[in-house]
């Protein structure tokens, strides 16, 4: 069956860097919506960025815009986010997730169908 699994989270103090990958098995995520959510302790879960089928778009947000980016790899079906100038705030478990249709909700859990497991991060000050 299809699935997503995430990796490359960890340990890591603040100002350095991390890049997540998020590896797709069981049919390929070519024309896909990928995205990135987060979930801190306690916490809703918070959308990070998204990149769109075709590649041309990404998005991000506005507490991540300037220190992560969101990429794609249409060969290893494997979406990317580095995250750099990492803050304690940043903390918090991170999940893939892909999109069949993309819209103006590309923001909600609602506009995917596919999620990974996660992957923490967490950032020490």
């Known amino acids: 069956q299809a699935h997503l699994v995430e990796s490359g989270g960890g340990l890591v103090q603040a100002g350095g860097s991390l890049r ?9 995520f070519s ?3 990928m995205g990135w959510f987060r979930q801190a302790p306690g916490k809703d879960y918070e959308f990070v960025a ?5 590649g041309g778009s990404t998005y991000y947000a506005d507490s991540v815009k300037g220190r ?14 580095q995250m ?3 803050k304690p705030e940043d903390t918090a478990v991170y999940y ?6 993309f819209g103006s909700d590309y ?3 609602r ?9 923490q991060v967490t950032v020490s000050s």
Do not use: E, H, M
């Open 68 to 81: 992560f980016t969101v990429s794609r790899d249409y060969a290893k079906n494997t979406v990317y986010l």
């Open 50 to 54: 998204a990149i769109t089928w075709l």
């Open 111 to 119: 506009q995917y169908d596919y999620w990974g497991q996660g992957t």
């Open 31 to 33: 024309r896909y919506a």
């Open 84 to 86: 750099d100038s990492l």
């Open 96 to 101: 893939c997730a892909a999109a069949p249709y």
């Open 107 to 109: 923001y909600t859990r």
């Open 20 to 28: 997540l990958s998020c590896a797709a098995s069981g049919r390929t």
